[in-house]
């Protein structure tokens, strides 16, 4: 037995706090009876229906690897009617991103309609390795560098930077070119990780994501999984 949000969610209908809502405002039933409940569980011979629609049990999982363009948003829907991640694939699944990038930061951001890969990746027990290619305004110092080896602390807590190379350094644009691996799921944390070390970040770019690196993917290019790479994640 689950608790019928968490299926109504891993089954890719929407997320958890979505379900929740919809079971508080009585629109789930379970064998055709209204459930406004948080905590009834249900199990696989129960019939779950939203709004008198039965759900699909057997949704086909997709999985996809974008090239996140600059001015698109990371999530399913926006209020505003801006452009999201999701517009950029073409599939006739319910998608979602994994995680979110920030509206102006580019590069790999995953999306698919299963939620329980995503509730897996998201949960901070899980730990993934983010890397992240920073153009940083004004050149690096030695303080900075050493603060990054020792583990930066932000509002309260200890960033765990798992790798960082300075690429290079750009008198001339006085810039500087970071790489950085770090295991964080706090928004905008590479931008308050560099802000505390007093570096504000000019253009930052998520080049992998696990084991993931956008390889040839252009600006909002995108791919599907291979079975081997979904796999994997699931592995962890
Ligand atoms: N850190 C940020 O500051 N922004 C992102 O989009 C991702 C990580």
Same mark, same amino acid.
């Given at each position: 037995?689950?608790?019928?949000?968490?299926?109504?969610?891993?089954?890719?209908?929407?997320?958890?706090?979505?379900?929740e809502e919809?079971?508080? #405002?009585?629109?789930?039933?379970? $064998? *055709?009876?209204?459930? %406004? &409940?948080?905590?009834? =569980? @249900?199990?696989? #011979?129960?019939?779950?229906?939203? $709004? *008198?629609?039965?759900? %699909? &049990?057997?949704?086909? =999982? @997709?999985?996809?690897?974008?090239?996140?363009?600059?001015?698109?948003?990371?999530?399913?829907?926006?209020?505003?009617?801006?452009?999201?991640?999701v517009?950029?694939?073409?599939?006739d699944?319910?998608?979602?991103?994994?995680?979110?990038?920030?509206?102006?930061?580019?590069?790999?951001?995953?999306?698919?309609?299963?939620?329980?890969?995503?509730?897996m990746?998201?949960?901070?027990?899980?730990?993934?390795?983010?890397?992240?290619?920073?153009?940083?305004?004004?050149?690096?110092?030695?303080?900075?560098?050493?603060?990054?080896?020792?583990?930066?602390?932000?509002?309260g807590?200890?960033?765990?930077?798992?790798?960082?190379?300075?690429?290079?350094?750009?008198?001339?644009?006085?810039?500087?070119?970071?790489?950085?691996?770090?295991?964080?799921?706090?928004?905008?944390?590479?931008?308050?990780?560099?802000?505390?070390?007093?570096?504000?970040?000019?253009?930052?770019t998520?080049?992998?994501?696990?084991?993931?690196?956008?390889?040839?993917?252009?600006?909002?290019?995108?791919?599907?999984?291979?079975?081997?790479?979904?796999?994997?994640?699931?592995?962890?």
């Amino acid at each position: 037995m689950e608790r019928l949000q968490k299926v109504i969610a891993n089954l890719g209908y929407c997320s958890r706090r979505k379900a929740e809502e919809l079971i508080l #405002n009585n629109e789930v039933s379970v $064998n *055709g009876v209204i459930v %406004n &409940k948080l905590g009834t =569980k @249900v199990d696989n #011979n129960d019939t779950i229906e939203i $709004n *008198g629609k039965m759900l %699909n &049990k057997q949704t086909n =999982k @997709v999985y996809y690897m974008l090239n996140k363009p600059r001015g698109v948003i990371s999530s399913a829907e926006d209020e505003k009617n801006r452009k999201t991640v999701v517009d950029l694939i073409d599939t006739d699944q319910r998608i979602y991103p994994i995680g979110r990038l920030d509206y102006d930061t580019t590069g790999l951001i995953l999306l698919t309609n299963d939620g329980e890969l995503t509730n897996m990746l998201i949960h901070p027990s899980y730990e993934v390795p983010k890397g992240y290619l920073a153009k940083l305004k004004g050149i690096i110092d030695k303080d900075a560098i050493q603060k990054l080896k020792d583990g930066p602390i932000v509002e309260g807590r200890r960033v765990e930077v798992v790798d960082f190379k300075i690429k290079k350094k750009d008198p001339i644009k006085d810039a500087t070119y970071i790489l950085v691996t770090i295991i964080e799921g706090r928004n905008h944390i590479v931008k308050k990780l560099f802000k505390s070390l007093g570096y504000d970040v000019d253009k930052l770019t998520r080049v992998s994501y696990d084991f993931l690196t956008l390889g040839n993917l252009k600006s909002g290019e995108y791919r599907p999984l291979t079975i081997k790479e979904v796999k994997k994640l699931y592995n962890k």
